[in-house]
């Protein structure tokens, strides 16, 4: 397997682009080499510039739950696109878009669609600020909800992954009124709302991705909802990642907890930026143009991307592969264990519906400390195996590999034989 093309095209990128790249994870750093750039996708499979053909587990981080290309999505874009593809006025499919998302998910009366997973973050945060009249927020170490000025502390995924605590050009004052608590220790927020009376509520992501995949314990979830009632704070449930991958509608419903508000993102756009957040309706009637909370976007409800969510859940509400995601994953958990059993390597396997990884550590992985402990250098040396062996995987530790309902048989042989030997390179 060459990479000349890939190499090439990495070299000259640097010229215009930052670092050849529009979104840092996909410059490799942590696992060092050459970036792949790639040139076309079709069901599981992805192909890069060199012609090397992968079985893509990165899903373009998620949203291409059907695998790509799917013939029904592709058809209702091909069908929007001769209507034009964008108008700055209402359209039917918003409507349709909005009255499958809100009955998917049982605390949802309204949602607003935006052009991403950060907008969706961004508006749920001053949503809760102005239906509580409450400014301070809490989010969890490792929890990542895309890149505002306000959420760019102590989270994970692509500032993990270059081991960046927060970021430069974010002024002290867009933190001040974020505070840090431990994924899985509701201690840590209750001490938050023991220090502070103006807290507007909590924002976290049901199953964390964005740390590599940690699970929440027991009754977390539950018991911080239950205690955030007594608090009069929002919960405010990050779903950008996780909505539609694990059931049909969000993790909420199988983790027994109910959001006030709730972000999604990712597979609703099936391909195309959408981002949307939603709650009941005496939270959302406080969104422009009912309400005084403004916001806004000039290709917010996209034609061509409702077209393709719309197509893309209802494929999904027919395939109901949930039960499907749950066995692969279970087989493939089994595999990474087993092949790492038979090479001597320590890992910890964590999964949740079609989100899994391993990291390269001993006993278990419930919070971002835990997660740090992970050997990166031996994920790095992984990753790159299973590269050359034709899967293509998120090229850092703290993410989450993402599974498509289009995977078959043929495709998990292959995945399982190349974890085989880039657990046998680990060690050497
Ligand atoms: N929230 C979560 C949980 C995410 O995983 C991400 C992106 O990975 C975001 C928010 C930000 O979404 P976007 O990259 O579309 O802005």
Redesign the pocket.
């Known amino acids: 397997m060459d990479f000349k093309n890939s190499e090439k095209l990495y070299k000259k990128g640097q010229k215009h682009l930052v670092g050849a790249v529009n979104s840092p994870v996909r410059a490799f750093a942590s696992v060092g080499g050459n970036p792949l750039f790639i040139k076309k996708a079709k069901g599981t499979k992805i192909t890069d510039v060199d012609g090397n053909d992968y079985i893509d587990l990165v899903l373009s981080?998620?949203p291409m739950i059907l695998g790509h290309r799917h013939k029904k999505v592709e058809k209702a874009i091909k069908k929007a696109l001769k209507n034009g593809y964008t108008f700055g006025a209402s359209t039917k499919n918003e409507i349709k878009l909005a009255k499958i998302v809100c009955d998917a998910f049982p605390g949802m009366d309204k949602v607003r669609f935006v052009n991403?997973?950060?907008?969706?973050?961004l508006s749920a945060l001053r949503l809760a600020r102005a239906y509580t009249g409450n400014d301070k927020i809490i989010k969890f170490s490792g929890?990542?909800?895309?890149?505002s000025d306000a959420l760019l502390v102590a989270a994970g995924?692509g500032l993990a992954t270059l081991s960046l605590p927060g970021s430069k050009g974010v002024p002290e004052g867009a933190v001040k009124n974020t505070l840090i608590a431990n994924y899985n220790d509701l201690e840590s927020v209750k001490a938050h709302f023991e220090k502070h009376d103006d807290i507007a509520g909590v924002i976290i992501?049901p199953i964390a991705?964005?740390m590599g995949v940690v699970l929440p314990q027991g009754n977390f979830l539950k018991d911080l909802k239950t205690y955030l009632e007594t608090k009069n704070a929002l919960l405010i449930v990050?779903e950008?990642?996780?909505g539609f991958r694990s059931k049909f509608g969000g993790a909420q419903e199988l983790l027994g907890v109910e959001a006030d508000i709730t972000?999604l993102?990712?597979v609703i756009g099936g391909g195309f930026?959408v981002?949307a957040y939603g709650a009941r309706n005496e939270i959302m009637e406080m969104v422009s143009p009912l309400g005084a909370m403004y916001q806004a976007g000039t290709l917010s409800g996209n034609p061509i991307a409702m077209a393709a969510g719309i197509a893309t859940l209802t494929e999904l509400k027919k395939q109901n592969p949930y039960q499907k995601f749950d066995e692969v994953a279970a087989r493939l958990e089994q595999v990474l264990k087993e092949k790492a059993n038979k090479h001597g390597v320590d890992i910890v396997v964590n999964r949740f519906g079609s989100m899994i990884n391993p990291f390269f550590t001993k006993g278990v992985v419930t919070n971002f400390e835990e997660a740090q402990q992970s050997d990166t250098k031996k994920f790095a040396t992984f990753f790159w195996a299973l590269v050359k062996n034709g899967i293509f995987l998120p090229p850092s530790q703290f993410e989450a590999w993402f599974l498509s309902s289009a995977l078959s048989e043929k495709d998990l042989q292959k995945t399982e034989k190349a974890i085989d030997l880039a657990m046998e390179a680990v060690v050497n």
């Open positions: 981080y998620g991403s997973g950060t907008e969706a973050v929890c990542y909800h895309g890149h995924s992501e991705g964005n990050d950008v990642m996780t972000c993102g990712k930026p981002g």
